[in-house]
């Protein structure tokens, strides 16, 4: 799936390019739908590729073109090619969305690559709305994306697509005035690309754990710094959750605020200055998940490892020599089985 930080990028490009390569290679491969957009450059990148005739359907009086699935699927390619997956087909068509054409051809055993622009997705949908002030009326679930094999984005800096506008190549010229004063605004154009890239962020993490997951792999890949910051509403545990979020901050990294609650303590128990902790958390840019564990030091060491966490912050306790020795420390045994996890032990600022 190419994925595209905007219209105009050259995602269809990409798609055509990587389809005639796996061709001359030996794949059989069809363009199942193209929308070229009447781009001359991006129509000459079909070259020999076979095209599947398009299904005409009429509604209203009106003549619609669509992806003709049946003939695709009985022609039996090994690679589709499909173009602007959040399309909505014509009405009488088999189904309503163009991401069902595809889950169809994928269940026929048909590999697809296909194309799609980060504000279609569905969880992005009113963000990117507020951003550029229009409207998505087209989606496509997040699942759908995500389920994809590879995505690769396909990016270009704000100036960058707006000269290829400006030289026309991307609407007529008397539609790129209008786009350039609108959508397409350099500062629209930022904010749909670091969305992009932050998604895309996201999935790659996805994978990334499944992989360590699926080799047993427990010691942290420092890809990307997480701290993980124990919150226990105790009366010190402000302090920790703001020296957190200042390191995580510097590294450019991920704050998650993470309270192990024992099953057998009563439910209100400290709730109250918990609350309010966790709204700092929130103020501070982190993100909170509670877990359940008896064992409170293995359930937040399990947790960070399968965050694959880099660090965790937790804070000393006010408890004797002889409680820790009579009832073991917490903080022992996090930093015992934390392995390749850095444990910052931060001091109370409580006079002895």
Known sequence: MYLGSAPGVGKTYAMLNEGWRRSQRGTDVVVGYLENH?????????????????????HRGRVFEEMDLEAVIERRPEVALVDELAHTNAPGSGHTKRWEDVEALLEAGIDVITTVNIQHLESLNDLVERIADVPQRE???????RAADQVELVDMTP???RRRMAH????????????????????NLAALRELALLWLADKVDE???????RYDITEPWETKERVIVAITGSAQNERVIRRAARMAARSHGELIGVHVRNPDAPRDR????????LALLADLGGRYEEITGADTARALVSFARARNATQILLGA????????LLHGSVITKVIRAAGGIDVHVISSDRSP
């Open 38 to 58: 009447d781009r001359p450059n991006t129509a000459a990148q079909v070259r020999d590729l076979e095209i599947v005739p398009r299904a005409v359907r009429e």
């Open 139 to 145: 989606t496509v679930p997040d699942r759908v994306v």
């Open 159 to 161: 100036e960058a697509l």
């Open 168 to 187: 026309g190549n991307i609407y007529p010229p008397g539609r790129s005035d209008t786009a350039l004063e609108n959508y397409f605004r350099v500062g």
């Open 207 to 213: 994978a990334l754990n499944d992989y360590r997951e």
């Open 270 to 277: 400290g709730d109250g200055k918990l609350q309010s902790h």
């Open 317 to 324: 306790t006010d408890r004797s020599r002889l409680s820790d």
